[in-house]
Nanobody, 123 residues
């Protein structure tokens, strides 16, 4: 069982930055692919970014490529999402997720989810 707790959300002006953190419980953090998804009001939840368990391969949604960076610190059981050049359309609840599989954008393939943290970008 893995428990995920996100933090770092908040209100920021367009063009600003935020860093989200997700702390994972359990001793098997190193073996999980970690990811971030988001859900905007009235929209379906969508993939944002993911990082593999071992070699640190990453994948990003086209909408955030070049602006967001995902990273992980195994010593702290934490995955981060650095978000720069934020836009109003980035406003959403951001969810951390973990999967024992490789990187996938298919939500049904992710095993564990956090409760989410709100990010609001004002214009």
């Amino acid at each position: 069982q893995v428990q995920l707790v996100e933090s770092g959300g908040g209100l920021v002006q367009a063009g600003g930055s935020l860093r989200l953190s997700c702390v994972a419980s359990g001793r098997t953090f190193r073996s999980y692919t970690m990811g971030w998804f988001r859900q905007a009001p009235g929209k379906e939840r969508e993939f944002v970014a993911a990082i593999s368990a071992s070699v640190g391969m990453t994948r990003y949604a086209n909408s955030v490529k070049g602006r967001f960076t995902i990273s992980r610190d195994s010593a702290k059981n934490t995955v981060y999402l650095q978000m720069n050049s934020l836009k109003p359309e980035d406003t959403a609840v951001y969810y951390c997720a973990a999967t024992a599989r490789g990187i996938t954008t298919v939500q049904a393939m992710w095993d564990y989810w956090g409760q989410g943290t709100q990010v609001t970008v004002s214009s």
